[in-house]
């Protein structure tokens, strides 16, 4: 029986025997760094806009070289994820890619900050105008203050920032209180407590975006707020290995879900 799993399928049926470099364990991955390399040689280098180096390399590479429907399913699926990054997530593509190199780290990062984006279903996005409200500046966050009191004590236990933090200042933070911030300590563990906020739906998915948007959390080497790019980066990373103080983190944002109502909704 034949997987049509993307990562699964070894087009075996197909004259190629498994040659072609776009499909496979790596396949997306290396449509990526095709994309990457065309981006480096074109915007970069000669200054083309970002929109025309879009519409060329996927019009480059729209048709698969295989002559098997497996083939030519996994390559389309694997072009479409490539569209959906490139059309709906420019700024954060642009700032991994003029770092000057682009290796699975940073692909699974602009992965995993894919995955966290709504995507529309229709019609390229236009970039927002100036004052245009597509950013999100606020975590959509109800907890109450009780709540703010386990979020400071993980903190403070995993030393996510340079100082000591109270529960008003989780409040300040999760608030979005104007001219409020902090200074980070651990990026990849602050990026883990958001994570996991994240997902028990206790703030929203743009999380990064809104931090930096607010320049909530500083660089201490900078005094700059820290790109959504740090943020994914440095998750990816630690969660391809086992770290007690994520798994602790981990507990206490369940245990902060689990104490219930919020101020203004009921945790879902």
Partial sequence: MLSLSLFEGNCNECPLKGKNPFMGKDGLY???????????DEVVTKG?????????FLNGH?????TCFQGRNEHKKNLGII?????????FTEELWRKGSFEKDDFMAMQDFYDATDVPLH????????????VQTTF??????????????????????????SADDMYSLLHCRTNFHLYANRINLIAKLFDCLSYHRLVCHKWQSVLHANKLILSCKTGEAISP?????????????????????????????EMGRTDGNENK
Avoid at 62 to 66: A, G, L
Avoid at 83 to 91: E, S, T, V, Y
């Fill in 30 to 40: 290396n449509l990526a760094r095709a994309a990457y390399r065309q981006y480096v």
């Fill in 48 to 56: 083309k806009p970002y929109r025309r180096f879009t519409e060329d």
């Fill in 62 to 66: 729209t048709y698969s070289i295989c």
């Fill in 83 to 91: 569209k959906g990054i490139l059309r709906n997530c420019q700024g």
């Fill in 123 to 134: 019609n390229t996005p236009q970039p927002p105008a100036p004052g245009d409200s597509a």
């Fill in 140 to 165: 959509e966050c109800y907890l109450n203050k009780e709540q703010m009191s386990p979020i400071a004590e993980c903190a403070n236990e995993a030393h996510l920032f340079y100082t000591h933090v």
């Fill in 229 to 257: 790019s740090s943020y994914s980066s440095a998750l990816s990373k630690l969660n391809k290995r086992e770290d007690q103080a994520a798994e602790y983190i981990g507990m206490m944002v369940k245990r902060v879900k």
